[in-house]
T-cell receptor, first 113, second 119 residues
């Protein structure tokens, strides 16, 4: 049973435009969500996170939105740059379980120059 | 040098062979994890350890074992490798929640991965 789902395996956008990556979850206990970015031949690296007490968290070009009622979160990248081309993983956990993350399948983002 | 180091980075082996993947870290974290990545399945947790005396199974531990030799070392073993264990394996570390650090989000810090192919 996939508790964290990224239903879009891939996304292609033009440089300078907005990239929106989506993630859905089923476990209502999840209260902390993270996004990781992974380049080929490298390990995933932390990008941005959000606690369930918030509905938005912003860090430079990256913003994560959380809709708890819909059990949905999204990552917005504005403006998108070619260097953002990577695989993006959504992950979730709950209080007391921090570090034991449940990951989605990943979405491969391609930003075209 | 990487904070989380995995060896080997690539390994090709045959069905039935014993394989060990090693992980060492210089971040001083108590918690260590082994994940595997498969296309279309994302990252799945195999085993995790919250300190040297603590070992826990993750969601896909069958066919694997681990050893926490020291705070900085966590190894993953496949006692008798089979082809469906062909995957990319990642070691990761984290701080426990509540430890006072400037930015402890509980995030995981990953190694660069070990690609294992079982023929």
């Amino acid at each position: 049973d996939q508790q964290v789902k990224q239903n879009s395996p891939s996304l292609s956008v033009q440089e300078g435009r907005i990239s929106i990556l989506n993630c859905d979850y089923t476990n209502s206990m999840f209260d902390y969500f993270l996004w990781y970015k992974k380049y080929p031949a490298e390990g995933p690296t932390f990008l941005i996170s959000i606690s369930s007490i918030k509905d938005k968290n912003e860090d430079g070009r990256f913003t994560v939105f959380l809709n708890k009622s819909a059990k949905h979160l999204s990552l917005h990248i504005v403006p998108s740059q070619p260097g953002d081309s990577a695989v993006y993983f959504c992950a979730a956990t709950y209080s007391g379980n921090t570090g034991k993350l449940i990951f989605g399948q990943g979405t491969t983002l391609q930003v075209k120059p | 040098d990487a904070d989380v180091t995995q060896t080997p980075r690539n390994r090709i082996t045959k069905t039935g062979k014993r394989i060990m993947l090693e992980c060492s870290q210089t971040k001083g974290h108590d918690r260590m994890y082994w994940y595997r990545q498969d296309p279309g399945l994302g990252l799945r947790l195999i085993y995790y350890s919250f300190d040297v005396k603590d070992i826990n199974k993750g969601e896909i531990s069958d066919g694997y074992s681990v050893s926490r030799q020291a705070q900085a070392k966590f190894s993953l073993s496949l006692e008798s490798a089979i082809p469906n264990q062909t995957a990319l394996y990642f070691c990761a570390t984290s701080d426990p929640p509540g430890r006072v650090t400037p930015a402890n989000t509980g995030e995981l810090f990953f190694g660069e991965g070990s690609r294992l192919t079982v023929l």
